[in-house]
């Protein structure tokens, strides 16, 4: 059986906000993290690896910012990295 990606657009566009203004995604992906300018950080492999993607709710697209090792990240500031 292959990997599949979670459907990361999906989520974040549609399901963006509950009726309280709390963003809904961190319920479902427990480990991200909202760093501020619509950017969410995600550990990965138990805090190994992280993802930054960048939400665009308006236009309903995710955009993957930067994808690295942990200690890669800690080199990076991913309010605004732009890419790996």
Do not use: W
Not at 3 to 29: I, M, Q, W
Not at 40 to 51: E, H, Q
């Amino acid at each position: 059986m292959g990997f599949s990606p979670p459907n990361l657009s999906h989520d974040f566009a549609f399901n963006t906000r509950n009726r309280r203004g709390r963003v809904r995604p961190k319920r479902r992906y427990a480990s991200a993290s909202f760093v501020g300018k619509n950017r969410v950080v995600f550990n990965i492999k138990g805090n190994v690896y992280r993802l930054v993607a960048a939400v665009a709710y308006r236009f309903h697209a995710v955009y993957i910012k930067f994808v690295g090792t942990h200690a890669q990240y800690d080199k990076i500031d991913a309010a605004t990295v732009e890419s790996s």
